[in-house]
């Protein structure tokens, strides 16, 4: 064997280097697949402890149950926040309140006005007037920002501010 490696010019000694580096490469590659292997046969083994294929079947079944009635309750949470933001565009969102003395004679600053107003700056004040012997209350109709009566310093100045509270500042954070 050896005339023929002489005849084509080859070192057997070489032949021999180039196969044990073959070998050790295959043995790495045998190694790691079967690490490999055993990773999955004990991932397998933890997925399947206990069960059979019926157990698994039914387990599946479960879930994707679970998923449906999810999905489900995802609708009814659409619907309702749908509900929730067509029923926000009439409650009063905005508020402005002013407390003054009425009378030099009266003290405290039991009176007040107070605006109350939806997102679109639309709903009412009320003026409340302490005496000593009465109390007054007055309302007015705010129609976007606007009142078609004359207001007072007070109602003014509460209609101010509630124009400039509540959910509009929150959304210009956001």
Do not use: W
Not at 12 to 38: A, D, E, T
């Amino acid at each position: 064997m050896s005339g023929i490696f002489d005849s084509l010019g080859i070192d057997p000694g070489i032949i021999i280097i180039i196969l044990l580096v073959l070998s050790i490469i295959l043995i790495i590659n045998v190694v790691s697949s079967n690490m490999r292997l055993s990773r999955l046969e004990r991932k397998y083994k933890i997925f399947m402890k206990g069960t059979d294929g019926q157990s698994l079947e039914k387990m599946f079944i479960r879930k994707f149950a679970q998923i449906d009635r999810l999905y489900e309750a995802k609708e009814d949470h659409e619907r309702d926040i749908k509900y929730l933001k067509k029923s926000f565009q009439y409650i009063f969102s905005k508020y402005g309140i002013e407390k003054y003395d009425a009378f030099e004679d009266v003290g405290g600053k039991l009176s007040f006005a107070l605006a109350m107003l939806d997102k679109d700056n639309s709903g009412l004040i009320l003026n409340a007037v302490h005496s000593r012997d009465n109390c007054f209350l007055y309302l007015k109709e705010i129609v976007k920002g606007e009142s078609y009566v004359m207001l007072s310093q007070e109602e003014v100045e509460a209609l101010r501010k509630a124009v400039n509270c509540g959910i509009g500042e929150m959304e210009e954070k956001e």
